[in-house]
């Protein structure tokens, strides 16, 4: 049985029982209509008292994954970027700290798929990693520069587990972790999946990532759960079983965050001036692009892709997009050219942080 949510956490239904039929058009138009309910509910409700995102580092990363059969350009690899989230709410229980995808660059580094990469570069590592991955910045810098101390962080969360090492943060036996006082919000699904993963999943997840946390440090998640009533966390199964996107209203509308797709353009691909993008969507029908590293449900994210998109909304700043501010956002890089994103949002900063 589920543990009691702390106060500020509720379970919300405006999703359930919209993946039941057994048509996937069904199933589509289902969750695109309440997609429009819930986008209309979450904007009666109040803003964030803070949201801010940060770049932290560039990732290397395969265009045939990044854009899934829709990019012509030969480059082999785009940079994504890796953001942190910051999102301060107003809740019964008081104002809740979040922050979303508080990467540990260096512990990652430790993954499958980054490691065979980084060796790739044989005599040149370090040469090929800086090139490659530059770091900008931290997490333990971030919060420094905004001026939020990790005591005040009451949650941590990601959208999905790939490549996090949770150790250095939450704790790991008899180690206590940089954030002394959050708990990791994960959905049931996710948490298991990283228990017990199949080798398509393997080459993605930090090994040992989460061993030796603490299960009070843990709050695990059913489904959908809104944090106060400006944050929800909207179970969008596809990229991983698991995932699920942060839905943060702000005075730009509700931004939308997760990696099923890494740039608006994935969301919105007829408006992408990518070669290929849009003529891959005009010749197939597809109304958004996979990031397709692993496909764990292949079809459920197409659906959450929609659900996403229009739980987002366009964005005020060209409405040929989508408010998705995905969690690894395509970004330019001289070393892959041909492959700049048409829109991407950059980091973003609305209200005050509360220290
Ligand atoms: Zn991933």
């Not at 292949?298 to 998109?309: H, P, T």
């Amino acid at each position: 049985m589920a543990a009691p949510l702390p106060g500020e956490l509720r379970a919300f239904d405006d999703f359930k029982g919209a993946r039941d039929a057994a048509s996937p058009a069904d199933r589509l138009r289902e969750v695109r209509l309440r997609a429009a309910r819930f986008r209309d509910r979450m904007l009666k409700g109040p803003e964030v008292r803070y949201y801010g995102s940060f770049s932290l580092v560039r990732v290397p990363y395969p265009t045939r994954y990044a854009l899934l059969n829709a990019c012509s350009v030969p480059t082999p690899f785009v940079h994504i970027l890796n953001r942190v989230f910051v999102m301060q709410v107003d809740t019964d229980q008081g104002l809740k700290t979040l922050v979303a995808s508080p990467s540990d660059i260096h512990a990652n580094a430790e993954t499958p798929f980054f490691k065979r990469l980084a060796r790739s570069f044989g005599p040149f590592q370090e040469f090929g990693k800086k090139l490659l991955g530059p770091v900008i910045a931290t997490v333990e810098t971030v919060l420094d520069r905004i001026g939020l101390s990790p005591e005040k962080v009451d949650y941590i969360s990601y959208d999905h587990l790939h490549t996090q090492d949770l150790r250095n943060w939450l704790g790991s036996g008899e180690k206590t972790g940089y954030f002394p006082n959050a708990k990791l919000l994960v959905m049931r699904q996710e948490w298991e999946s990283t228990l017990g993963l199949l080798p398509p999943q393997l080459d993605w997840y930090c090994p040992n990532g989460i061993d030796g946390i603490h299960p009070s440090r843990v709050v695990l998640l059913e489904g959908d759960t809104m944090l106060g009533d400006s944050v929800a966390l909207m179970h969008t199964p596809g990229h991983t079983e698991g995932n699920h996107s942060f839905v943060a209203h702000t005075p730009e509308g509700l931004m939308v965050t997760s990696e099923n797709g890494v740039a608006p353009e994935c969301y919105a691909p007829l408006a992408s001036r990518i070669p290929g993008v849009a003529r891959f969507a005009r010749q197939t029908g597809m109304e958004v692009i996979l990031n397709g590293n692993t496909l764990e449900r292949g079809l459920d994210q197409y659906i959450s892709m929609v659900q996403e998109k229009e739980v987002a909304g366009p964005s005020i700043r060209n409405t040929e997009f989508p408010n998705m501010t995905c969690s690894s956002e395509l970004a330019a890089y001289w070393a892959f050219p041909g492959v700049a994103p048409t829109m991407s949002f950059g980091d973003l900063s609305f209200g005050r942080v509360v220290v």
